[in-house]
């Protein structure tokens, strides 16, 4: 059994990770490559964090503009 994988792998399996689709070996895996790899490790860190906001993003999907806003981005663009 292979007890090392590349960096590319242990990105690859954080994405799964992040999804919930990573099996147990794969994960063992990723942690023993996390262990050593800082690199991987930032990369990790910042998916989960991208992840983590990434939700709060779709409760500003439904607001628009109201005809005001819309006239004031209109008239500072004509007068640039």
């Known amino acids: ?8 792998q242990a990105t690859e399996f954080v ?3 992040d999804e919930g689709k990573l099996s147990i070996k794969n994960r063992c895996l ?8 800082g690199l ?3 990369f990790a860190k910042q998916s989960k964090f991208i992840g983590k906001n990434s939700k709060n993003l779709h ?7 109201s005809p005001e ?3 004031q ?3 500072s663009l004509l007068q640039q």
Do not use: A, F, P, Y
């Not at 059994?1 to 590319?8: A, F, G, N, P, V």
């Not at 409760?59 to 503009?65: P, Q, V």
């Open 1 to 8: 059994m292979k007890l090392q994988i590349t960096c590319k």
């Open 15 to 17: 994405v799964k990770r």
């Open 30 to 37: 990723l942690l023993l490559h996390l262990g050593i790899c």
């Open 40 to 42: 991987c490790k930032i």
């Open 59 to 65: 409760s500003h999907i439904d607001e628009t503009l």
């Open 69 to 71: 806003e819309k006239q």
């Open 73 to 75: 981005i209109i008239t």
